[in-house]
């Protein structure tokens, strides 16, 4: 078989660029709260006092054996929030808090996970030999019709999981292309970055392994997969039992013994978390990414072409749905989508390329308006913050009056996940219009879920945020940077539909 075509780095990188100015200029105003605090706070005290202990925080940190308290979140969370944090504190310094330079500045650092991540997803789409229109596209789908774009936005570790997962399997694939040294080396590290990232991720070094061998190496792609991947992965594996014998004073503790990781765990009902995932109004993956209702045509073809891929991607797919859906928490809480298995997005849109490069115009017509879709449901989740929403619906822990028994609660917003009329997407379009329209609120103002007629639950006050969820303050440096940043994005844009009409020149005629 003829070796792909590998990608022009010019076009790989204005597609990088473009994906990282359009991540950052429609940044948010909240970057670090939830889970994402504590792993922040493990970061700023490396330049606070020179240690990665939390010294304040939610009640789920861990009483470490040198009487100091831990996050129970794996090293790459700390690390990623450690660039960011440095950037938040010099917009404060430059515009002063809360400020449109602080807000900004914060979300660089995430904007340039999101953007190596698409690269890493185009990357993987050229050496599976997809064109460059359904590489770019596919990428730029994956960011802006999912919720990876909402995650682009805040320092939480979604993206930066999906962007070891998506390179590790690059590695993998291209290791078993060309045989080299290196790539089954890499191949071990970002195994190893992966379980800094999230523990359960550990799996994609069995999926590594199953792949290599579906793919029949020869001895010396065996020899060099074992040898070179164990030299990657030991030292990144030794790093990880360090730093749990730091925290917990056991190699393999990984810290989740206490409120309701302890009582609850895996206990929820596998049937009812994945109909939670798969299927509920307020947190299925369809919801938030509507294109991947065209995933199993995808399926079809990617089984007929790359069976080996397909198996590769199932693995880690399967395994995470499966425990997190088990998990009491599994589907993200408060987090907009499904947080828990945002890391697998990139990984399913790997079976839209096979969507994407199908002829037609009744493909094309369904591609567009499910991209469109989803491009509009993750717009409404990025400009009214997610929290807010929560907060209005009164549907919570404290609204339901379930607080004293925290610990046995599985999902302290069940009515907002499960209830049509509550779903997210619905409620963030009712509060942008609310805001848009600045008509005055009144008990006969409409509101999605008035027909269930529950009076404790209407909203008895002006439910509209007071800003909307985006960096800018409207002040004269804003619009300048928003001015030049859109300017950017479409001469970068331009330049990718450009370099998309490309075609490699045919060979010499044969004398």
């Not at 078989?1 to 022009?8: F, H, Q």
């Not at 700390?78 to 938040?88: D, E, H, K, M």
């Not at 599994?330 to 994407?356: E, K, M, Q």
Request: proline share 7%; charged share 15%.
């Amino acid at each position: 078989m003829r070796a792909p075509e590998p990608p022009s780095k010019g076009f790989a990188f204005v597609l990088f660029l473009l994906v990282w100015a359009l991540v950052a200029l429609t940044t948010g105003r909240y970057h670090v709260r939830g889970d994402a605090s504590q792993m922040c706070n493990a970061a700023a005290s490396i330049t606070d006092h020179g240690w990665i202990d939390v010294p304040t925080g939610r009640d789920d940190r861990y009483l470490g054996p040198d009487g100091l308290y831990y996050t129970k979140y794996p090293l790459g969370n700390t690390i990623q929030c450690g660039p960011g944090l440095a950037l938040q504190s010099l917009g404060r310094e430059l515009g002063g808090d809360e400020s449109s330079t602080q807000f900004f500045l914060a979300g660089i650092v995430p904007a340039l996970w999101t953007a190596l991540l698409a690269l890493g997803f185009f990357s993987l789409a050229r050496e599976l030999r997809f064109s460059r229109p359904v590489a770019a596209f596919g990428a730029l789908f994956l960011v802006f019709s999912s919720p990876i774009w909402a995650y682009g936005r805040e320092m939480y570790s979604e993206n930066p999981q999906g962007l070891a997962l998506i390179w590790t399997l690059w590695a993998y694939v291209r290791a078993m292309r060309l045989g080299t040294r290196r790539h089954f080396l890499l191949g071990g590290i970002l195994v190893g970055a992966c379980i800094h990232c999230k523990t359960p991720l550990a799996v994609i070094g069995l999926a590594s392994f199953v792949f290599v061998f579906l793919s029949r190496p020869d001895r010396q792609k065996t020899l060099r997969f074992f040898l070179y991947g164990a030299l990657g992965f030991a030292p990144m594996l030794a790093l990880w039992l360090g730093y749990n014998y730091v925290r917990y004073g056991q190699l393999l503790e990984l810290g989740y013994a206490s409120g309701r990781d302890l009582t609850l765990g895996f206990a929820t009902p596998l049937y009812s978390g994945l109909h939670g995932l798969l299927l509920s109004p307020g947190k299925s993956i369809f919801v938030y990414a509507p294109l991947l209702l065209l995933l199993p045509f995808g399926l079809v073809r990617m089984w007929r072409r790359h069976r080996a891929l397909l198996v590769y991607a199932a693995i880690p797919v399967v395994f995470l749905f499966v425990t997190m859906g088990m998990w009491w928490s599994g589907l993200g809480d408060w987090g907009w989508g499904p947080r828990l298995v945002v890391p697998t997005y990139p990984l399913l849109f790997l079976g839209l390329l096979y969507v994407l490069e199908r002829k037609g115009w009744r493909w094309k017509t369904a591609i567009v308006s499910l991209a469109a879709l989803g491009i509009v449901v993750n717009f409404l989740g990025i400009i009214i913050d997610h929290s807010h929403y929560i907060g209005v619906t009164g549907i919570t822990q404290g609204g339901l009056q379930i607080h004293r028994l925290q610990n046995l609660v599985r999902d302290d917003l069940v009515i907002v996940h499960f209830v049509p009329e509550f779903s997210p997407p619905i409620g963030h379009g009712w509060l942008l219009d609310r805001y848009l329209s600045g008509a005055e609120w009144t008990d006969e103002s409409w509101y999605p879920w008035r027909t269930i007629g529950i009076p404790a639950w209407q909203p008895h006050s002006e439910p509209a945020p007071r800003v909307l969820n985006h960096w800018s303050d409207g002040s004269a440096m804003a619009w300048t940077i928003l001015g030049v940043g859109y300017t950017i994005v479409a001469l970068l844009f331009a330049g990718l539909l450009y370099g998309m009409r490309w075609r490699p020149r045919p060979p010499p005629p044969q004398s």
